[in-house]
């Protein structure tokens, strides 16, 4: 995959495939699990169709409508994508419960291990071809498709192998515990597995809030600013950021000495190109704001309120 629209595409594609395979071997085998499965990809579709729309936004710039871009759409459809896959597992771990106490469920084994064996070898090629793509890429809408395969293709091995089970313990003639096997099965993947959508949509909320973000991104671009001020009688300097999906908004803030020399506007753009240059090199997908101040009560933080003596009193 050379385009990110390319590996999207194919995410699409194989989310469709495997949930028109999920829902059709849910009704020959009877099974929770795999209609679990086939549901969840139905979903990504759903998401995969709308992610490729997002795909195209991000890559323009902002305007009147927009004013500060579209990068918050990846963020948003990121944290759709966790909330519906809690909403759906809660459902499903309701259902496997009411399944367990009723009796167990019996389910058609040999159906039932076709599909868990082919969505284990196409959820593992997809993760494998997204993951390559991601190394060269960098996309969050690609990264999140990825971990999305990875975790299919780690609950279809699961599936797989609990299927197993299932034709062992009827020539064991233990019926009876074959038959909890599919409620079993969507209980402890809902269970063990819980985490990622709870990561996924907690990330992307926070940077729906404006979150700072992880300080592995943070410190070099705060080096970075330093370095280029580090000539400069600087009083104080205010370095914000936030990253909704890939791009990092910073913003500059620096106070410096009033008595400052070279106050011209020539000189003052030639060092918000400095200071852009030197965060791109860090973080290539930036977008720099930069304001130079004699007093510091332009720079430092507020609450939205009118700064002190702001209004000439």
């Not at 410096?256 to 965060?279: K, M, N, T």
Request: proline share 4%.
């Amino acid at each position: 995959m050379k385009t990110e629209r390319g590996a999207l595409r194919l995410s699409c594609g194989t989310a469709l495939l495997m949930a028109v395979l999920g829902l059709v071997f849910a009704f020959i085998t009877n099974s929770r699990a795999i209609m679990l499965d086939g549901v969840f990809n139905l979903m990504y579709f759903g998401i995969a169709l709308l992610t490729l729309r997002i795909e195209r936004l991000t890559s323009r710039p902002d305007n009147a409508r927009f004013p500060f871009g579209h990068a918050y759409f990846e963020s948003l459809v990121n944290a759709g994508k966790g909330l519906m896959i809690l909403g759906i597992s809660a459902v499903a771990l309701v259902d496997s419960g009411l399944s367990l106490l009723s009796g167990g469920r019996a389910i058609a084994a040999v159906p039932a291990i076709g599909y868990a064996l082919a969505a284990t070898i196409v959820c593992s090629l997809t993760a494998f071809i997204l993951r390559r793509a991601q190394r060269s890429l960098d996309s969050p809408l690609i990264r999140a498709d990825a971990a999305n395969w990875v975790l299919d293709a780690v609950i279809s091995a699961a599936v797989l192998g609990a299927f197993c089970l299932a034709p062992i313990f009827h020539a064991l003639d233990w019926v009876t515990a074959a038959r909890y096997i599919d409620p079993v099965l969507v209980a402890a993947v809902v269970v063990l597995f819980l985490g990622v959508p709870v990561r996924m949509a907690r990330d992307a909320i926070l940077e729906l809030l404006n979150r700072s973000p992880d300080a592995r991104i943070e410190r070099p671009v705060t080096a970075a600013v330093d370095e280029v001020l580090a000539h400069l009688p600087v009083q104080q300097r205010f370095v914000r950021m936030v990253r909704p999906g890939r791009v990092l908004y910073v913003t500059v803030h620096v106070a410096l000495a009033e008595d400052f020399a070279d106050q011209s506007l020539v000189a003052l753009d030639r060092l918000r190109g400095e200071i852009d240059a030197a965060v791109r090199a860090v973080h290539p997908r930036s977008v720099v704001d930069t304001l130079f101040t004699a007093d510091v009560r332009w720079a430092a933080p507020t609450a939205g309120l009118a700064a002190p003596g702001a209004d000439g009193a």
